[in-house]
């Protein structure tokens, strides 16, 4: 009987270590100097610039490998959101700002979370759902809604990406590469690998 007990005592502590072993650690998330939100990792050599649309399906299509992604390269890489609403998507530019207003309060992953979860839902009533969902002070939430702050951020990104060559959404600018569209995890694999190379060749 105590050979039994032994036993079963081996094999709890050999699934707890498989649990532990298998358990994805949390990505990091953080702000940058300038207020902008980003996943990953705060000193990371290579960032990555997501130029999307909150309303583009192909870009919600991507938000399961950008994850994958992100948990692969999480220690070495930055995620950086850059707004880049298309004129086809009438509830874009209010998304857009949405999480801007939520980023100003620290809370801009939870609200682009939200969003990318319910495409089909984008209506003033949802966003102010989702504001309070994720604990937003919604006073606050409310004026930078109604100013003209987020909208000139969103210009600003707009700008910046038309600059590095960004024609569609979502697109990945990655050092001096792009990947185009809702791509599988290994074309973003071959293009970070390719990227992190030459950023440490530079050390």
Same mark, same amino acid.
């Given at each position: 009987m105590g050979k039994y007990f032994s036993f079963l005592a081996v094999a709890a502590l050999f699934? !707890? #270590?498989?649990? $532990?072993?298998?358990t994805q650690a949390p990505i990091n998330e953080g702000m940058t100097k300038d207020g902008? !939100?980003?996943?990953g990792a705060a000193d990371a050599k290579l960032t990555i610039y997501e130029y999307s649309d909150f309303e583009c399906p192909f870009?919600?299509?991507a938000q399961p490998t950008v994850t994958q992604v992100m948990e692969a390269y999480g220690q070495s890489v930055k995620l950086e959101f850059r707004h880049y609403p298309l004129p086809i998507h009438s509830r !874009? $530019?209010?998304a857009a700002v949405a999480s801007i207003c939520a980023e100003?309060?620290?809370?801009?992953?939870g609200m682009h979370d939200l969003l990318y979860a319910n495409q089909g839902a984008?209506?003033?009533a949802s966003l102010s759902k989702y504001a309070e969902k994720i604990g937003l002070e919604m006073a606050e939430y409310s004026k930078c809604v109604a100013g003209n702050e987020a909208v000139a951020l969103i210009d600003r990104d707009i700008a910046s990406g038309s600059a590095a060559g960004v024609q569609a959404t979502p697109t990945f600018? #990655?050092?001096n590469s792009m990947v185009l569209g809702a791509q599988p995890f290994d074309k973003f694999?071959? #293009? #970070?690998? !390719?990227e992190l190379a030459v950023e440490n060749a530079k050390s």
């Open positions: 699934a !707890a #270590i498989l649990v $532990v072993g298998c902008r !939100a980003y996943r870009c919600g299509k !874009a $530019v209010p100003k309060q620290g809370k801009f992953w984008l209506d003033d600018v #990655i050092g694999r071959q #293009i #970070i690998d !390719a």
